[in-house]
């Protein structure tokens, strides 16, 4: 069975805090995806990024940043410098053959001024 | 970047009526379009696989016939909530996936639409 846990149901921090948010995945299969969303009050699912399995290296975008495991099935999220435009829902998934994605609860930021 | 438009993004309804929802790839054929279902805080919830010419897969506990799902051409799935009740508000969003063999193929970014907000009084 495929899971997503998305322990942090929501994390409140104030602007310039770094922020880690965890995800845990389950599968069965070798060949897998994991993403990472991002959901604003508007409700559209914004896509941050995509790691396949075979790519362990940890990823940095701007602010963002990955890390990667797949010896503890993680895949957790950081933001550095967190600004109050990155208060939003922000889901996990994982994807395996076939393209049908399954979420995790998500988590919910609040970054206060 | 591929797109995928939905269509309406909000709608408001009466009970008892019949709402359709469009989901279609802009730039790119899917074969196979997913709709999702999502509660007020909570997680999307897979509601069926849409694949086009064949029937939809339904998973576990999503009524078939109150979600009718039609997928008739390689750009658009419609989802039909029949006869709608309070109950079946929610945010309903699609994804798809490039038809085999396409230049988009083999990104496995799921492409998602903007969401449809249904809410029925």
């Known amino acids: 069975a495929q899971k997503v846990t998305q322990a942090q149901t929501e994390i409140s921090v104030v602007e310039k805090e770094d922020v880690t948010l965890d995800c845990v995945y389950e599968t069965r299969d070798t060949t897998y995806y994991l993403f990472w969303y991002k959901q604003p009050p508007s409700g559209e699912l914004v896509f941050l990024i995509r790691r396949n399995s075979f790519d362990e290296q940890n990823e940095i975008s701007g602010r963002y940043s990955w890390n990667f495991q797949k010896s503890t099935s993680s895949f957790n999220f950081t933001i550095t410098a967190s600004q109050v435009v990155d208060s939003a829902v922000y889901f996990c998934?994982?994807?395996?053959?076939?393209?049908?994605?399954?979420f995790g609860a998500g988590t919910r930021l609040f970054v206060k001024a | 970047g591929a797109v995928v438009s939905q269509h309406p993004s909000r709608v408001i309804c009466k009970s008892g009526t019949s709402v359709k929802i469009e989901c279609r790839s802009l730039d790119f054929q899917a074969t196979t379009m997913f709709w999702y279902r999502q509660f007020p805080k909570q997680s999307l919830m897979l509601m069926a696989t849409?694949?086009?010419?064949?029937?939809?897969?339904?998973e576990q506990g999503v009524e078939k016939d109150k979600f009718l799902i039609n997928h008739a051409s390689l750009t658009l799935s419609t989802l039909t909530v029949t006869s709608a009740h309070p109950e079946d508000s929610s945010f309903y969003i699609c994804?798809?996936?490039?038809?085999?063999?396409?230049?988009?193929?083999?990104?496995?970014?799921?492409?998602f639409g903007q969401g449809t907000r249904l809410t029925v009084v």
């Open positions: 994804s798809a996936k490039p038809a085999t063999g396409g230049a988009l193929y083999w990104n496995t970014e799921a492409f």
């Open positions: 849409s694949n086009e010419g064949s029937k939809a897969t339904y």
């Open positions: 998934a994982l994807s395996t053959g076939g393209f049908k994605t399954i």
